[in-house]
């Protein structure tokens, strides 16, 4: 499985930016594919699923980005998008789309070593 992210770039405080995944290679299910990121000095953190085609789920994110995040999926072109909304300069990080071979427990969906295939991120630079 290849995951290619894009979108990332420099922008103001209170700005938006959209970025994409496209998962190519062995099939992948698009409710699989997560967002994270990982800030300088930082560990690598969860920010968002969507599960919405796996009956009782649904979309899942951080604490740091509920409400102004939105995670949707284009599951005919094997496409997972994060949409940024009111960026603070804390957003700023490296984020990398992350693809799990089989469906991840909930209790798992957070953690880094439950996904098996990584992109090669994206910069976000939020200026103040």
């Known amino acids: 499985v290849q995951l290619q992210a894009s979108g990332g770039g420099l922008v103001q405080a209170g700005g938006s930016l959209r970025l994409s995944c496209v998962a190519s290679?062995?099939?992948?299910?698009?409710?699989?594919m997560a967002w994270f990121r990982q800030a300088p000095g930082k560990e690598r953190e969860f920010v968002a699923i969507?599960?919405?085609?796996?009956?009782?789920?649904?979309?899942y994110y951080a604490e740091a980005v509920k409400g102004r995040f939105i995670i949707s999926r284009d599951d005919a072109k094997n496409t997972v998008i994060l949409q940024m909304n009111n960026l603070k300069p804390e957003d700023t990080a490296t984020y990398y789309c992350?693809?799990?071979?089989?469906?991840?427990?909930?209790?798992?969906?957070?953690?880094?070593?439950?996904?098996?295939?990584w992109g090669q991120g994206t910069l976000v630079t939020v200026s103040s």
């Open positions: 969507n599960r919405e085609s796996v009956p009782r789920y649904r979309a």
């Open positions: 992350a693809a799990a071979g089989s469906p991840v427990l909930y209790w798992f969906i957070t953690a880094v070593r439950s996904y098996d295939y």
């Open positions: 290679g062995r099939a992948v299910s698009t409710s699989n």
